[in-house]
């Protein structure tokens, strides 16, 4: 299999780090692309969008939480992904409240990169709410706790990561701080020390 990411991407770190956590990583050649422009990427693709799984046969997965959920059928290793009941709604709930931390911050990052006369305050600060209102539910949220590890949590840490490497400023901390220390753990995670942005 090969897997199309960017080092800076925290969708490709949820799943570079899901691969790391379920020893699935030898089997999977992974290659840094620009999503920008990339004939090769688009291929695979055609949203142009990483990560990207391309399959042994052919096929690609695309989206994150497609590409994990595919990475969690694999082999007999502990699952990220609980298989019913509530363990498994409140998983994939913490997933999508961190996935929507991660959209509303790459909004926030594309629409900085703009020139500052056409840059709109009005969505920066509806982002910016959306981002801290999460975080606050999250920080709630039982998945979260759980001693055993889950796709929510990987993807909680990708966000809060993503967070400080590009918004340091948002202060997150201050709506959530159960989550402090709850992170401060996770930075020392393997997986997640592997997969640092440069």
């Known amino acids: 299999m090969q897997l199309f990411y ?4 925290p969708y490709a770190r949820k799943v570079r780090i899901a691969m790391l956590e379920r020893g699935l990583d030898a089997g999977v050649e992974v ?3 620009s999503p920008f422009e990339n004939p090769v990427l688009a291929a695979a693709n055609p949203l142009s969008k990483i990560p990207a799984l391309v399959l042994e046969d052919g096929q690609a997965l695309y989206d994150s939480p497609v590409i994990c959920e595919y990475l969690d059928s694999l082999e007999t290793a502990p ?3 609980p298989v019913d009941g509530d363990a498994r709604w409140a998983t994939l709930r913490l997933q999508a409240l961190a ?3 991660l959209d509303a911050a790459f909004s926030m990052v594309m629409e900085r990169r703009r020139p500052a006369p056409e840059q709109s305050q009005e969505w920066l600060g509806r982002w910016q709410a959306s981002i801290l209102r999460a975080i606050a539910a999250a920080d709630l949220e039982p998945a979260t706790r759980k001693s ?3 796709l929510g949590q990987i993807s909680l840490a990708c966000a809060l990561g993503y967070l400080d490497f590009r918004h340091a400023t948002i ?5 959530a701080p159960g989550l402090v220390g709850w992170f401060e753990d996770w930075k020392s995670r393997p997986s997640f020390a592997a997969t640092t942005p440069p």
Do not use: K, M
Request: hydrophobic share 40%; proline share 5%; no cysteine.
């Open 99 to 101: 996935d929507g931390v």
């Open 6 to 9: 960017s080092p800076t991407s």
């Open 31 to 33: 290659v840094s692309v």
């Open 171 to 175: 202060g997150w901390q201050g709506v």
């Open 148 to 150: 055993d590890l889950n």
């Open 79 to 81: 699952q990220l992904i």
